[in-house]
C-alpha cells in the first residue's frame, strides 16, 4: 500500500512539473489582459505546495526556476540577464546573482503556501476563502521577491537595459507589482481557490 501511494505521489507530482515546464516554453503559460501579460506559470506551484507539502512544493518552485532559465537563456529580452547567467546584453551580462533571482523567489513560493495553509487553517476559515488568500499572497509576495533581488543586485544594468536613469528603477519595478503583479495575484487567487479543494479530495483518496 505505501509503494502504491508513493508511486501515486510521484506520478501526481511528475503531472504537476509537466505542467510548469508545459506553461513555461509555450504561450500558455501567459493569459493576455489589455496590454499586459499575465504569468500563470507560479499557479501548479502554489497548488503544489499546498497538496503536496514544503519539500515537494520546493521541488516544484526550482522546477519553475529551471524553466525560467531555459527561457531566458534561449529565448530571452533585454532584461533576461537578471534570470540567466548564460545570456548578455551588449556589455552587460548575467553572472551567479541571475541564479539567486532566477530560483530563490520560485523555491520560496514552493514552501510558503503549505505553512500559510497550516496558519489559516486555526482560523477555521471557508476553504475557498483561504485558498484565495494563500494564491494572492504567494503570487504577490514572489514578484516582490523579484523585483527586490533586481534592485539589489542589477539596478545599474537594469537601467541601462532599459535606457532609463537609475532613479527611476525602483518606480518602474513598483509600477510592475502594481499592475502586472496584482493582476497576476488575483488570478493566481481564483484559480487556486477553485482548484486545491477539488485536488485536495481527490489527493486523500487511499
Do not use: Q
Not at 526556476?65 to 527561457?71: A, E, H, K, M, T
Not at 495553509?117 to 516582490?144: A, D, R
Not at 481564483?190 to 486545491?196: A, E, L, P, Q, Y
Amino acid at each position: 500500500m505505501k509503494k502504491t501511494n508513493r508511486f501515486r505521489e510521484m506520478t501526481l507530482l511528475s503531472f504537476f512539473i509537466a505542467i510548469i515546464f508545459t506553461l513555461s516554453l509555450t504561450s500558455f503559460g501567459f493569459i493576455p489582459i489589455g496590454i499586459v501579460k499575465a504569468t500563470i506559470v507560479h499557479i501548479p506551484v502554489v497548488i503544489g505546495s499546498i497538496i503536496f507539502g514544503p519539500v515537494a512544493g520546493g521541488i516544484l518552485g526550482f522546477c519553475f526556476g529551471v524553466s525560467s532559465l531555459i527561457v531566458n537563456t534561449f529565448m530571452p529580452t533585454i532584461t533576461s540577464f537578471v534570470f540567466s547567467p548564460f545570456y548578455s546584453f551588449g556589455e552587460i551580462s548575467g553572472n551567479l546573482y541571475s541564479l539567486i533571482v532566477c530560483f530563490i523567489p520560485r523555491i520560496f513560493i514552493g514552501i510558503f503556501p503549505w505553512y500559510a495553509s497550516f496558519i489559516l487553517s486555526k482560523f477555521k476559515l471557508n476553504e475557498n476563502i483561504k485558498y484565495s488568500i494563500i494564491g494572492f499572497f504567494s503570487s504577490i509576495i514572489h514578484t516582490i521577491l523579484v523585483i527586490i533581488m533586481i534592485v539589489i543586485f542589477f539596478i545599474d544594468d537594469y537601467a541601462i537595459a532599459k535606457d532609463m536613469p537609475v532613479s527611476r528603477v525602483f518606480g518602474f519595478l513598483i509600477g510592475i507589482i502594481s499592475i502586472n503583479g496584482v493582476i497576476e495575484a488575483i488570478i493566481c487567487s481564483i484559480i487556486v481557490s477553485i482548484i486545491s479543494p477539488f485536488l485536495i479530495k481527490f489527493h486523500s483518496i487511499k
